[in-house]
């Protein structure tokens, strides 16, 4: 894990059971309306008790970290991978404790995790951008706040570019 001396940010589940550190900024804050993200908030939004994930707009809104600036710092084992499919790669992983979605994160491949923002109390870092937006909910108009992307942005490739640099050089 990076340096303490570097900002630390906290997310939490419902209950408090789990938590996890974030150190320093995130890569990019997004909100994403692709498919399997729908799709996997509603498998979230079925467990018992479980939160909503999709906002009013049903896009889902991430921080995304690198794998070696988050650490589960409380209830790791009250942790479990769900998957939309048993062949995915991808797995979104709640707390047990009060079915929370924490993260998502991939059996291999990407060097990030997407940690649900609304786990962050308090002042959680902001959104830079919508992702996939030609997915959005039939009648959803999005606000021209930050920017919309119908796709993957170069600007979000830029970003996880810089990151993986930065990663692989101890930074």
Do not use: H
Not at 25 to 31: K, T, Y
Not at 101 to 128: C, I, Q
Not at 144 to 168: C, E, Q, T, W
Request: aromatic share 8%.
């Amino acid at each position: 894990m990076a340096s303490t001396s570097q900002n630390v940010s906290i997310a939490s589940c419902s209950c408090g059971g789990v938590q996890l550190e974030a150190v320093g900024a995130p890569i990019v804050g997004a909100v994403c309306y692709c498919d399997d993200c729908q799709a996997g908030a509603r498998q979230i939004e079925a467990l018992p008790n479980a939160a909503p994930v999709r906002g009013r707009d049903g896009g889902t809104a991430y921080l995304l970290y690198r794998r070696d600036r988050v650490t589960c710092t409380k209830g790791a084992s009250l942790l479990k991978n769900l998957k939309l499919k048993g062949s995915s790669v991808t797995n979104r992983v709640v707390a047990t404790c009060c079915n929370s979605a924490m993260y998502v994160g991939f059996d291999k491949g990407p060097f990030w995790y997407s940690v649900y923002r609304a786990r962050f109390k308090g002042n959680a870092p902001g959104l830079e951008m919508r992702l996939q937006t030609k997915y959005l909910p039939k009648g959803v108009q999005l606000p021209g706040d930050i920017p919309n992307y119908s796709a993957f942005p170069m600007k979000l490739a830029v970003k996880l570019v810089f990151a993986r640099v930065a990663m692989l050089f101890g930074r």
